[in-house]
């Protein structure tokens, strides 16, 4: 699809390109002046980023990724934040003993998607060390099967990775806790709310958050499918 915008081809999934010249004979260009709306509001300059499915990150840990990801993050004024997490970063736990796989999927079928849940090891989180001009969304693991501290081993393991141990902290643009509420199914609203407060006091006293850092956090804000339910 190409558009033509203020006299520029925007190719979308391409880099901008220079209009090629237009010879028509008896031809005259028009200008129409579009006036900038006053209702108008302007997009944050961090507004464009990436998501990355938690399980399948490491098939992101390629030179191909980094590339994309730099090339357009070099287009903008702010750092582009990517967000690590979705369906499978309920699921997903951290085995520090192992190493021999990166990523464990423990799948009922041949393939690996992001229904299915995950053991990850030490090396998982080198990926994260190879977007360095970018800023992260980190997904806190809450789904039934999960419990605090394995919730918080593998924070702990992502956010070690992310900020160089704590010492560039503003790298962590958001701490995301759990991805989709409605489909927990062991505990409704109260210990959805509970278990939140829970990840909550444990980041903040271990990653010594302080003043405004401790406003990190983002809760989930999905209504569908949950009316006449408990689920949040």
């Known amino acids: 699809m190409i558009l033509l915008l203020a006299g520029t081809f ?3 999934g391409a880099t ?3 209009p090629v010249p237009s010879y028509c004979v008896g ?3 028009i200008t129409i002046p579009i006036p900038p709306s006053n209702g108008a509001i302007a997009v944050p300059a ?3 980023g990436f998501g990355f499915e938690a399980g399948l990150l490491p098939h992101y840990d390629n030179n191909f990724s980094v590339n994309a990801v730099n090339s357009i993050q070099s287009r903008m004024s702010r750092p582009l934040v990517i967000r690590l997490g979705g369906t ?3 699921h997903i736990t951290f085995k520090k003993e192992q190493t021999k796989v990166t990523a464990d999927c423990h799948s009922s079928t041949k ?3 992001s229904l299915d849940t995950y053991t990850v090891g030490p090396d998982y989180f080198n990926a994260l060390k190879r977007f360095r001009g970018s800023h992260w969304t980190l997904q806190a693991p809450m789904g039934d099967d999960m419990n605090l501290d394995d919730s918080m081993a593998f924070l702990q393991q992502a956010w070690d990775a992310v900020t160089d141990k704590g010492a560039n902290k503003e790298r962590v643009a958001a701490i995301a806790l759990g991805n989709e509420p ?3 199914k062991k505990y409704g609203v109260d210990g959805y709310i509970e278990r939140s407060q829970k990840i909550q006091e444990r980041v903040i006293n271990d990653f010594k958050l ?3 850092g401790t406003r990190i956090f983002q809760t989930g804000e999905i209504a569908a499918e949950v009316a006449g339910k408990s689920n949040p």
Do not use: E, P, Q, V
Request: charged share 15%.
């Open 10 to 12: 925007l190719a979308m």
């Open 27 to 29: 031809c005259t260009n």
């Open 46 to 48: 961090d507004f464009f």
């Open 16 to 18: 901008l390109a220079t």
């Open 111 to 113: 393939s690996c998607n």
């Open 182 to 184: 409605n489909w927990y």
């Open 210 to 212: 302080k003043g405004d």
């Open 88 to 90: 499978s970063g309920d």
